[in-house]
Each structure stands twice: as structure tokens, then as C-alpha cells.
């Protein structure tokens, strides 16, 4: 073998180097142990960047996105593995990691297989290319005879090892634009369902999840909160605390509020105690669930006209039609409540958690202790579905700081369900006003659309810990996040359909609680309520629901999409008391297409009233990479939509919030479940495009549009069950 | 503290604890076991149910006290000697019914414990069971596909 100089000669590979990664870390290696951590630069434009090459023919993949529950992992292995000629079960992937892993900012959006998956894929392919152009120079042979397998260059009678081409080191070589990607040329194993290998850890019980993670004297802590969001606290009863066994430290710093104790139970021992000997500031929480469209209404709104289009002169004497529909706040209620680890050792944290987003998060959490973010390591670990922005990131946070107070030992922060019930950021309430006309031939000529929310994310992205629950409660006081992302109320607020003129208002207030994004953010409320005015509309116009928007559908694939579910659903016969609805859309406008279609059974019970039974989805994500997943996540999609759209609605009243449980906050359950059935339209030859958010609104209208035609009567507000 | 004795999937442990903890928190805690989660601790989710004596139970309320002397099986415990996995658990794996998985403990102990008592469980019958447990990623009607699967083989 010759030496690594000799043989770059040899290669004459002069603008390829090689870089060893940095140390990696792993959870099922680390049990009992300090991780070793990293805060290195990762450049995402270094091939190496996103895979290793391993010496037994294994593939590592390296991804700056999270596992939700999504199944982002198998789809990113996936992708390399066909890129490389490697056998699915010989590729592991390593999760967003500071130091570790490229800064790929939030998993969220349906954006990863649209980003990290193609970012995987072009370094995959471009690894690829440079192996087999090294392996050419190194035998002699033309590159066409080169191939590659499972971690083997063959070429001719010769086989070698890539560690050996690459004499164990790794390729960091930029990312170009490979000139092929097998996933278009030969497509073996992408567009199959390959099984998530995730499942198999699940089913046996084995450290999965940041719940999972045990260390040697690893403590126990529970926060205390205030009733409401703006109490503080004014005085607490110390007294005999301290002697209690396992009793370990109370944790006060202005209103901010934490016990740490020996084991798990006694920390919820003393933080129920604790509760009961604190006083707090009354500061009631404004409005009503009851009042909340009038109330959400009356606040000072920051206004923008968004979009103005068309031709409004032409439109008169049509038939106008008007509708106004809302949506309540709405949890995200996690299964499994957020948790944490963190220890401050040697002047550094480190944390392991399941946010979205390790290295936003990280920047936010060094501003909030005033630490260089240098010292501050994150390492991304599974926890429960989050659909979204939820307390992943508060309880990292306050994990962060209570370590602080007890260098050199893991503190275990876990909240209560109590706690995430009432402490997560909501998806936003929303009020959506309708009024268009229509032509003598019942094609719609004008559309005005108004619109009514909190914004949609506060997320901490900007570094402020205004954006981390415990930032608003320290002695510092990085105050509340401002109003939120007013892109988010505004997605999908442009109907897809054909308009003469169309003109859409938003109003965005800062409502009484705390919000941030939620699957789909505004485009759930937003396509609930145009898919159900399309209906409207279709009935004033004495048309059926499919053909209304057909004729006003230009986009070919929105057409397929809708043909398609036409099709699925056209021997289905809705009998005395059911109703059949239909909603449509493509995510923000530019993702994946989806069609619902929902059969619903009504009865004269008073709870209850309306069932779901059965939802039909048909979803065009142009490149499926694994159809299985993609099923999967649009039918958890159709269901999870479903019950939001029947019984979902944050309670409150002036003392606090009062969904407090799965009681207080009910969600759909098996007896009330729909059967649902899922149907691809895989598009090799294009991009592939966001998935994961884009059955929300088709399947919340279709519900309501199937009550509405049980019924004969329209529903206009959410919950169905209110 | 006080040593409280039972048996785990098949072996006997004496942990040292409290009487009055949660099941849950032994399990998790002090027997590091993975598959019982922590979801509600008001016995409303299913998340951290075991199989007591064969039935499915939250063990999130459950005193810990309340085991002694009995037989605990957690997702641990349903493999067989072989590493081979319960028929339940390889229909869950079969049908991919899961997403995030967190309710996948839950799930399988639950259904375990039906099909054992009822082999030829009705599918409302399952449905009327496994109304105790929730899923929120939306993957009930994998997990009813995977469970109606079980009961066939």
C-alpha cells in the first residue's frame, strides 16, 4: 500500500484532502459515561460533512435534522445507501449534534427531505464519484469498469476496501453536482417501503429515547410553576425542607422555581410539597374560551394587506356568498411529556434533549446563562411525536440551569403532563372571513379573504431567550416572545383555485396565551376554511364539490390528485345519517399536493354526535422515497387532523389554564378512530417534496364538509364538539 | 426505605425503596428498565402499562407495594429465550405501526394481555380495549392492523 503522499500523487486527486471527523459521540455508547463532545465547525459543503465511510464497508450518515417520529432517518439512509451501493442494514445515521453534525437550523416545515435528505444525496453521489475516480487512478483501469458494493470498489478481477482508497480517512472534497444520481438513473432502493430500523430498538425496550438516558448519580428535578403565565412569585415557606430525605437543592432565581432531589419520586414529592407553600401574584389570563372569536377580534392588530390580484371592476351582479370560521387554540400534548438531561462540568454544558433544533437552541441557551456558546454542547436525542414547536425547548433550558447550580452532576429534568398541558406553546387561535362572487356560469370571479391569528412560531431561532420559557422568569427578565411569525398565519391563505380577482387581509394580534408553531402552523385553519367555503360556494353554485374545484384547478397535478381520491371514493354510498366530504391542497403552495375524502356518521347522542368512519388521502410528494413513510405520516396526518377538527380546544379561565389532562383535553381514541387508506402518486422523475404537514387542512374540511352534508348544516366553528 | 419483592419478567428483584412509589418509577428508576414511559401518571394514557399477573395495568399510580409478591412482565420480558419477539411485538413490526413510538409500550402490553384472554377478540372488542391507550401520532389503524394480525397467528 502506498503511503498517503505517494498515493495522492499517484491519484493526481491534488484538490481532494481528507480530514479526520471530529469525536464522535453515540448514547448507546455513552451509557454511565460523560460524553465526549465537540464544538468544531462543521462546513456543509465538505462531502464528509454528511457520511463517514467505515473500515468494515458500513456506512454512517450524518444528519443536522431530528427523528420526530417522521421517520426522517430511514428515508436520509435510504438515499445514501442507493447513492452508494450499500445494503440498508449496513448504514446507521447520527442525529443533529452540535460540533457534530451540520447546523441545519429547525427540523420542521416538511422541509428535511427536501433539504437534508438532497444534501445527503449529492454528498452520497459526489463520494461516490470521487471513490471510483481514485480507484481508476489507482488501478489503471477506466472508470467504467469500476463498481461500487457494500463498501467494495471492484474493479476488473481487483477488489479493494474504500477505507483503503481513502486509506481511512475520510473525503473532504466539496459538495458539486454529481455528475449522477442513481435515485434518477437506476432507482433500486429509493421509492421502495424499506422497513425503519428504529422499530426494533422500540419493540424490545431499549434505550431509545432521552427518558431512556441514565448516568452514574444522575439527580432528579422538577420545576414549580406559577398558576398563570405572568405570576410571580412573592414569597415560598422554606422551612424544613432541606431535612426531608433526598431532599437535594431548591433552586430559586426571581420567579423561576426548581427542586432537585436523590430519586425521581421524591422530586415530585417535594414539588407538590413546594407548590402548596408558595405564594403567587394573581395576574388573571384574559377572555374565555366562550368569547375568544370576539375578544381575538377586539385587540390591537398588526394589519398588512398581503396579496392583491386581479381584476375586481369586471366582477358585478354574481351571486356573493360569505362565511366567517374559526379554530381555538390547540395543544400539540405530546404522548410522553418533554424531559432533558445536563450537566455543567469544567466550565462546559452539555445537554442531551429532543428539540428541533440543537444549534439554534444552543446559541439561545449560551445567551441566557452568558456562556460562549463554545461551552455549550447539544446533543440531539429522540423523545415522544412532537408535531411541532412544543416545551422540548423550555425543558432543555431549564434542565441547563438548574445543572449549573450542581456542577459535575447529570440533572434529569422531566415535566409533568400537568406541566406540558398547561405550559407548551398552543397552535393559535384563528378567525378566517370569506366573501366571494360568482359569474352566471358559477366560476368565481372575486375572493376576499380576512384573516384573524396570533403569529406562528416562537421559536428560539434569534438567540433571544425571551423564545425559552424560563427566560421570562429569571431576575434578568428577557421578557415574552414579541407576536410571532406572521408567515406562518399566512400559509396556504391563497386558495390554489383559478379567481377572477382575489384579495387577502391578515390581522395578527397577540393573543392571552402562549402559542408557537404547530404542525401546519396557519395552513390547517386556513385550508379548513377555504376548502370549506369551496363547498359553499360549490352549493350556491349547483355544483358538485369535485367538479366546482376541478373547474377552477389549472395545476395538473392538483388535478390528478383530485381525480385520483375521485376515483378511490366513487363507490362509496353515504347512508341516512352519514355524510361524504372532500378537501384539497398543496402544502404552502409549493409542497405536497394532498386530497381527503371523509365519510361521517351522525346520531342524536350528545357527545359523540360525530364520527369519523373512514378517511380515504391521496398525496403526491413528486420523488417518494419510501412510500410506506410517506403513508404513514399522511395517515397519522388524516387522524390526528381529525381529532383536532372534532374535540381539540384549550380551556382556561382568568386562574390559569384548565386542560390540565387527557380529561380535561380529550383527543381522539381507538372506538372513534377512522379505518383510513392512503394513496401515492410517486413522481420519480421530480423533486421530492415536503410531506409531513400536508394532510392537516385537506382532512379538517373534508370531516366538516362530510358533517355539513349529514347534516344540512354548515359548521363554521372548531371544534366540532365544542 | 424497605425491600419489596417480585418477580421480573421471570426473575425475582427486591429493589430498596419506598413502598409508596409508583411501580413506574422502580421499573424506570432503580430496575433501569426502558419500555414502561412515563405519559400521564394519572392512568389515563397507557403508556406505562405492564402486564400484573398477565393483565395489562398502569403501573404510574400503581404503590409499589401493591407487586409485592406478584409477576411483572414489561416489553422486556416478550421475547422469547431465543431473542425471537412475541407475536405481537413482530405484528407491530410487520404492519410499521408506529411513529414516534412512545405509546408502543402501552400498545403491545395491552394487547398482549387481550389476546391472551380473548384470542378471537372482536375488532370492536380491540377497539373497546385499546380506548384506554393513546396514540398521538395518529397510527391507530396500523395498530389495530398489527393487533388483528396477532390474533390470526
Known amino acids: ?722 | 426505605m424497605s425491600s419489596i419483592s417480585f418477580y421480573l419478567n421471570g426473575r425475582q428483584v427486591s429493589p430498596d425503596v419506598e413502598p409508596s412509589t409508583p411501580l413506574l418509577y422502580v421499573l424506570r428508576n432503580e430496575l433501569e428498565l426502558n419500555g414502561p414511559k412515563f405519559g400521564c401518571g394519572l392512568q389515563q394514557c397507557g403508556a406505562c402499562m405492564v402486564l400484573l399477573d398477565g393483565t395489562a395495568t398502569p403501573s404510574c399510580m400503581l404503590p409499589v407495594a401493591a407487586a409485592e409478591g406478584k409477576g411483572v412482565v414489561s416489553l422486556e420480558g416478550l421475547a422469547r429465550e431465543d431473542g425471537s419477539l412475541h407475536p405481537v411485538q413482530q405484528a407491530f413490526i410487520d404492519e410499521q405501526a408506529v411513529q414516534c413510538g412512545y405509546c408502543l409500550n402501552g400498545m403491545v402490553i395491552h394487547a398482549v394481555s387481550l389476546l391472551d384472554e380473548n384470542p378471537d377478540a372482536s375488532d370492536s372488542e380491540i377497539r373497546k380495549a385499546m380506548d384506554k391507550n393513546i396514540c398521538r401520532c395518529g397510527t391507530h389503524s396500523r395498530i389495530l392492523k398489527a393487533i388483528q394480525k396477532a390474533r390470526r397467528s
Open chain 1, 1 to 722: 500500500m502506498s503511503t498517503r503522499r505517494t498515493f495522492l500523487k499517484q491519484a493526481g486527486c491534488i484538490s481532494i484532502g481528507f480530514s479526520l471527523l471530529g469525536p464522535f459521540s453515540c448514547i448507546s455508547e455513552g451509557k454511565g459515561s460523560v460524553m465526549p463532545y465537540s464544538n468544531k465547525e462543521i462546513d456543509p459543503e465538505q462531502i464528509d460533512a454528511w457520511l463517514e465511510l467505515l473500515a468494515d464497508g458500513r456506512l454512517k450518515v450524518i444528519t443536522g435534522k431530528m427523528e420526530l417520529g417522521q421517520g426522517i432517518s430511514i428515508a436520509v439512509m435510504q438515499v445514501a445507501a442507493e447513492e452508494l451501493q450499500v445494503e440498508i442494514d449496513r448504514v446507521s445515521i447520527h442525529l443533529a449534534e452540535t460540533g457534530v453534525t451540520p447546523d441545519e437550523g429547525i427540523t420542521a416545515g416538511s422541509r428535511s427531505i427536501e433539504t437534508s435528505a438532497m444534501n445527503v444525496r449529492r454528498a452520497a453521489a459526489c463520494a461516490r464519484e470521487v471513490l471510483i475516480s481514485m480507484a481508476a487512478e489507482k488501478t489503471g483501469l477506466p472508470v467504467s469498469e469500476m463498481r461500487l458494493e457494500n463498501g467494495k470498489i471492484k474493479a476488473g478481477n481487483d477488489e479493494f476496501d474504500w477505507t483503503e482508497i481513502i486509506e481511512g480517512e475520510q473525503i473532504s472534497k466539496q459538495v458539486y453536482e454529481p455528475e449522477e444520481i442513481y435515485a434518477k438513473t437506476r432507482r433500486k432502493l429509493v421509492g421502495t417501503p424499506v422497513p425503519r430500523p428504529d422499530l426494533e430498538k422500540m419493540i424490545r425496550g431499549e434505550e431509545f429515547y432521552v427518558q431512556d438516558l441514565r448516568f452514574p448519580g444522575m439527580l432528579h428535578a422538577r420545576v414549580v410553576r406559577p398558576p398563570s403565565y405572568k405570576s410571580g412569585l412573592k414569597a415560598l415557606e422554606e422551612q424544613n425542607l432541606a431535612n426531608t430525605s433526598g431532599f437535594v437543592k431548591l433552586v430559586r432565581k426571581g420567579s423561576f422555581l426548581a427542586v432537585i432531589a436523590e430519586k425521581e419520586y421524591q422530586a415530585i414529592k417535594f414539588q407538590e410539597e413546594i407548590n402548596k407553600r408558595c405564594e403567587w401574584e394573581s395576574k388573571p389570563i384574559p377572555s374565555t374560551p366562550e368569547e375568544l372569536k370576539s375578544y381575538l377580534k377586539s385587540l390591537p392588530a398588526n394589519s398588512a394587506i398581503d396579496e392583491e390580484r386581479g381584476d375586481w371592476s369586471s366582477a358585478s351582479g354574481g351571486k356573493v356568498v360569505k362565511a366567517s370560521y374559526s379554530k381555538p387554540y390547540i395543544m400539540h400534548a405530546a404522548n410522553g411529556p418533554s424531559c432533558a438531561i445536563a450537566i455543567y462540568e469544567n466550565e462546559v454544558l452539555q445537554i442531551w434533549c429532543h428539540s428541533q433544533g440543537v444549534y439554534p437552541l444552543r446559541d439561545t441557551i449560551a445567551n441566557m446563562l452568558d456562556l460562549p456558546k463554545e461551552q455549550v454542547y447539544i446533543k440531539g436525542v429522540p423523545g415522544s411525536g412532537c408535531y411541532g414547536h412544543n416545551a422540548a425547548d423550555d425543558v432543555a433550558a431549564e434542565a441547563a440551569l438548574l445543572a449549573k447550580e450542581i456542577p459535575g452532576r447529570h440533572i434529569r429534568l422531566q415535566w409533568m403532563r400537568e406541566e406540558e398541558h398547561a405550559w407548551e406553546p398552543y397552535g393559535s387561535a384563528m378567525i378566517m372571513e370569506h366573501e366571494a362572487s360568482l359569474d352566471e356560469k358559477g366560476q368565481i370571479q372575486t375572493w376576499s379573504y380576512e384573516l384573524w391569528s396570533d403569529g406562528h412560531s416562537t421559536r428560539p431561532t434569534s438567540g433571544d431567550p425571551a423564545n425559552l420559557l424560563p427566560g421570562r422568569y429569571l431576575e434578568k427578565g428577557f421578557g415574552v416572545p414579541g407576536p410571532g411569525w406572521r408567515g406562518g398565519a399566512i400559509r396556504n391563505a391563497p386558495p390554489i383555485y383559478k379567481t377572477g380577482a382575489f384579495k387577502l387581509t391578515s390581522n395578527i394580534f397577540e393573543g392571552p396565551l402562549r402559542i408557537s408553531a404547530l404542525r401546519g402552523l396557519g395552513a390547517y385553519a386556513n385550508v379548513f376554511g377555504i376548502e370549506c367555503f369551496m363547498d359553499e360556494l360549490a352549493e350556491k353554485a349547483g355544483k358538485d364539490p369535485f367538479e366546482f374545484r376541478l373547474a377552477h384547478l389549472e395545476d395538473e397535478r392538483a388535478i390528478d390528485c383530485l381525480k385520483k381520491l375521485k376515483d378511490m371514493t366513487s363507490g362509496v354510498q353515504a347512508e341516512t345519517g352519514q355524510g361524504f366530504g372532500i378537501g384539497f391542497a398543496q402544502y404552502k403552495n409549493s409542497a405536497s399536493y394532498c386530497a381527503v375524502a371523509a365519510l361521517v356518521e351522525t346520531s342524536e347522542e350528545e357527545t359523540k354526535w360525530a364520527v369519523v368512519k373512514k378517511m380515504w388521502g391521496v398525496i403526491d410528494s413528486g420523488e417518494c422515497i419510501n412510500p410506506d413513510g410517506l403513508k404513514n405520516q399522511t395517515e397519522g396526518g388524516m387522524i390526528q387532523s381529525a381529532s383536532w377538527t372534532l374535540l381539540e380546544q384549550v380551556k382556561w379561565d382568568a386562574n390559569g389554564i384548565t386542560s390540565l389532562d387527557w380529561e380535561t383535553y380529550p383527543m381522539l381514541r381507538f372506538e372513534e378512530i377512522p379505518v383510513v387508506e392512503v394513496e401515492v402518486i410517486d413522481r420519480p422523475e421530480m423533486p421530492p417534496l415536503g410531506a409531513g404537514e400536508a394532510a392537516q387542512g385537506p382532512s379538517a374540511a373534508a370531516v366538516v364538509n362530510a358533517i355539513s352534508a349529514a347534516t344540512g348544516n354548515r359548521l363554521r366553528d372548531l371544534p366540532v364538539n365544542r
